[in-house]
């Protein structure tokens, strides 16, 4: 089967991942720095400072209120960024300088000097492994540290979690619409919003369970597979037979140079008689594009066939390529369709390889890979499952990485705790009410290994076990309770920077993508489907649930009636 994929160079892998102390090695994006926060934040710090809070030690917790797409999951991508950002964390010469031109003079000197003491050696960093599934309101990532230091780092803590969170959920959603089985390639470089944007979507897209990508520096930096052929600019370039300089090629297994430009021509009358095709239907400058590039790749040749005609040109030039490929020990690799009805056309193209095959007496013909690239989306794919088609491989890139359907995730970074007293924020919004104070999360999983519920506990709670029946609490709603007997229980959340270093193992980017695959696979496919999912259950402890509406009701001011 490896032999149908789209067969391009990929690069080798790079350095290794973990430097000293499980550190990644260098390969910080260098956008990503102390300064690349909201001005808020650093005028916020300024007061805390000049109120004397600088050593009060506060708790943050990041997640999102809503998944997205309509959906009822989220994979969580980001934390590797955001530990690099940790490790970097500091106020250098230059940006002292700056920020004296956008400061009040009234700054004292001695903010200065405090913000380039400053780095992340005092902050701890709790998170959900990167791949891991998630849902609303649980925490991703919990920070906590110095009160201004946390505060400083919030924007681009989120910056560094919603897009590759989303974008990675996207992907998922794609994979699953298309079906295991099935290859899939993203080509958003060119749509995407900026470099860093398609760096980032070709990263966080391959998390999600894409298979390859369009774009050589994505592939460089995280060695994933890169897979690419021609555009219709390759074959409007060629004229005739005549711009071919080069007609000779060489036997797979070696031997003299054969004529390739003669073998098809042979062959290009009998593959059009066995389509049923007209000779002079056939655009001949077509033809001598397919010959120029499969003479430069004999090993993975795949046609764009929809420049002029795929079924009365495109298909029949790459079949007498194929052939005459053929006959000199090659196996060319398939085509491409970009426009058009895809599911009738990959029908049609099928029957054309079957034909082939039969007539020519090469049966593995009748399985050359189909690769469609035309504008796909999420619903595409459904609608080609339903009426059938006959594709190999999907090229997706406007609707996958620029998240057409919905452009942001929403995560959110709010104080549950200074002190080691909590904190908690009212809204006449229910959903924007926080969960107060240090929390753990548990994921509890039915004696079949799905995941039934997380549940969110105090500290100081015993934890949930196999043994016992946990009862489980909606946060606000105060009918929605249930018993859960669990078959096993994961504490979701790590200790994943501590004293200035990393403390956890940072897996490579096929490690997490495995992950994402395995935690998927923990959910029923209920909670997964396209249409009208189930909503999974996120609950708190009946102890927290206590704690939460106490505080809701001292920190809310009572009304008045006159």
Known sequence: ESEKKMEMATPPPGPAFNGPNNSPQNNQNGIVQSLLTDLYQVTMAYAYWKSEKRHEVAVFDLFFRKNPFKGEFTLFAGLEECLKYLQNFRFSDSDIDYLRTILPPSVEEEFYNYLKSLDASEVSLYAIPEGTVVFPRVPLVTVEGPLPVVQLMETTLLNLINYASLVATNAARFRMAAGPKKQLLEFGLRRAQGPDGALSASRYCYIGGFDGTSNVLAGKMYDIPVRGTHAHAFVTSYVGLQDLKNRMLTPLQGGPPADFVSACIELREEVCKTLDV??????????TAFIAYATAFPKGFLALVDTYDVLRSGIPNFCTVALALHRLGYKAIGIRLDSGDLAYLSKAVRGHFKRIADRFEVPWMANFNIVASNDINEDTLHSLNQQGHEIDSFGIGTHLVTCQRQPALGCVFKLVEVNQQARIKLSQDM???????????????????????????RPHERPPDDERRVLCRHPFEESKRAYVSPGSVKLLQKLYWSKGEIQEYLPSLKEIRERAAQSLATLREDHKRALNPTPYKVAVSADLYQFLHDMWLDNAPIGELS
């Open 278 to 287: 007209l000779l002079e239907q056939t655009k001949e400058s077509e033809l």
């Open 431 to 457: 959903d924007k009410v926080t969960l107060p104070g240090k929390k753990h999360v548990y994921r509890l999983y039915s004696h079949d290994g799905h995941a039934l519920i997380d549940l969110m506990q």
